[in-house]
């Protein structure tokens, strides 16, 4: 099965600050892979896929962005956070082909003040 | 097109008695399902799938799950509810190919009373 590292585990940043947050993948090679952000009360909203070096399709019109500069590494980024950035971020990947089963990290808590 | 419908956002049940957690889905194909459990701060954790195999299927912590396509549902069950299984579960509908559309339901927290 896959291991999602997922960091940093939790930051507060101010409003205006830039944003990084880090994901790799172990246990799989050429995976798909997913940023997901849950707001306070709220489900899971997608708010990036890829499916290989370079190709990022987003779901959700935003201030944020998504690179991924190796097969296995998946990197969150805004250059000015908002208020409404705040939120719990999950990276996943999935198997290209297989049945759709999701592999989690452990999340990230974003605070924006 | 591909939806998941979570029938109960909360259930609450006490401990040792049986849980329900209710899912309808909706799919043009034969789909793939989950579901997942996520407790507070943690990422989510797949209890059970369906892959169009065995229509019961068994997950971890004692959970199972059956996919009636007649009634395009995919209920989750256990016969006794520990605190531990406090959290919030997600079903998931999942496609096809290289790229498998995920769609996932707007989950439903489970308390459990002692």
């Known amino acids: 099965s896959q291991t999602i590292h997922q960091w940093p585990a939790t930051l507060v940043q101010p409003v205006g600050s830039p944003l990084s947050l880090e994901c790799t993948v172990e246990g799989t090679s050429n995976p798909n892979l997913y940023w997901y952000r849950q707001a306070a009360g709220r489900g899971l909203q997608l708010l990036f896929y890829?499916?290989?070096?370079?190709?990022i399709s987003s779901e959700v019109p935003q201030n944020l962005s998504a690179s991924r500069p190796q097969d296995r590494q998946f990197i969150l980024s805004s250059k000015k956070l908002l208020l409404s950035d705040s939120g719990f971020y999950l990276c996943a990947s999935s198997v290209t082909g297989g049945t759709g089963e999701l592999f989690f990290g452990e999340g990230s808590r974003l605070t924006v003040l | 097109a591909q939806s998941v419908t979570q029938l109960d956002s909360h259930v609450s049940v006490s401990e040792g008695t049986p849980v329900l957690l209710r899912c309808n889905y909706s799919s043009s194909y034969s789909p793939s399902l989950f579901w997942y459990v996520q407790h507070p701060n943690k990422g989510l954790q797949l209890l059970l799938k369906y892959t169009s195999a065995a229509t019961l299927v068994k997950g971890i912590n004692g959970f199972e799950a059956e996919f009636k396509k007649s009634e395009t549902s995919f209920h989750l069950t256990k016969p006794s509810a520990h605190m531990s299984d406090a959290a919030e579960y997600f079903c998931v509908v999942s496609g096809s190919g290289g790229y498998q559309k995920v769609t996932f339901g707007t989950g439903t927290k489970l308390q459990v009373i002692p």
């Open positions: 890829s499916v290989g070096i370079g190709q």
